[in-house]
């Protein structure tokens, strides 16, 4: 399901969205999840990642769209921004925060229908290559080509990425099942490896980029490197 935010300070554009919103779900058999925000602040503080698309109003009394989206991609950099504008002088300064699109007011529905099915496509095109981790008690969305490998510690899941770590209670068969297709492997019943990331194989053990060495499990040894092989000839055809 798309997840939609509304952040508008003019109950009437605000009612006017809305409205766009419920003919778009009628007329193209669409469910969205939708949350509205009367101010910057409302989304911002602290931003959640958990939207795919955010029609944002630039002009708002206490933190302005720009501000606004600067938050928001601080934390999510891929979440498709919409500025809702009355002056098209404003528009310029959406590359700043990487907008989509902007639209004017008083927006018609055909431009909003037709903005609202590119963020469509856009998201469901992020929506295949990221996954939403809960950590510390609040959900980050993660690039899956980030992930170099995940591990099983007791009954915890850690998510091991380029950059951070991701710790939270789970299973290494509920995380293969989410993450099937997208070129992730067992070396052993710990460990699940991400191809991608994998420079090497030295013996029992699998090298992974920044030096940490996996173990490979004999029983699982011939069907790994099966499967990487298959993986390296496929990525260089």
Not at 43 to 56: C, E, N, R, T
Not at 105 to 131: D, G, M, T
Not at 136 to 161: N, P, Q
Not at 219 to 226: G, V, Y
């Amino acid at each position: 399901m798309i997840r939609i935010a509304i952040v508008e300070d003019e109950p009437r554009s605000m009612q006017l969205l809305l409205d766009h919103l419920s003919r778009y779900q009628a007329d193209h058999g669409e469910t969205l999840e939708i949350r509205t925000f009367t101010d910057g602040r409302g989304i911002a503080s602290p931003y959640l990642p958990v939207f795919d698309v955010v029609f944002l109003d630039v002009e708002m009394e206490h933190l302005d769209g720009f501000s606004t989206a600067r938050r928001i991609r601080e934390v999510d950099p891929e979440v498709v921004l919409v500025f809702i504008t009355n002056m098209a002088q404003f528009a310029i300064r959406g590359y700043e925060v990487d907008a989509l699109s902007y639209l004017l007011k008083p927006v018609p529905y055909f431009a909003f229908s037709q903005e609202l099915r590119r963020s469509i496509e856009r998201a469901s095109k992020r929506e295949r290559n990221s996954i939403m981790l809960s950590h510390g008690g609040e959900l980050a969305r993660v690039d899956v080509a980030g992930i170099v490998y995940l591990e099983s510690v007791k009954h915890r899941l850690v998510v091991h990425t380029l950059d951070k770590q991701y710790s939270f209670v789970g299973t290494l068969k509920e995380m293969e099942a989410t993450l099937a297709g997208n070129n992730f492997f067992r070396s052993n019943s710990c460990y699940l490896v991400n191809f991608r990331h994998v420079t090497g194989v030295k013996q029992n053990s699998c090298q992974l980029v920044g030096g940490r060495e996996l173990q490979i499990s004999r029983p699982r040894k011939k069907a790994f490197l099966d499967a990487l092989t298959d993986y390296v000839g496929g990525r260089s055809a």
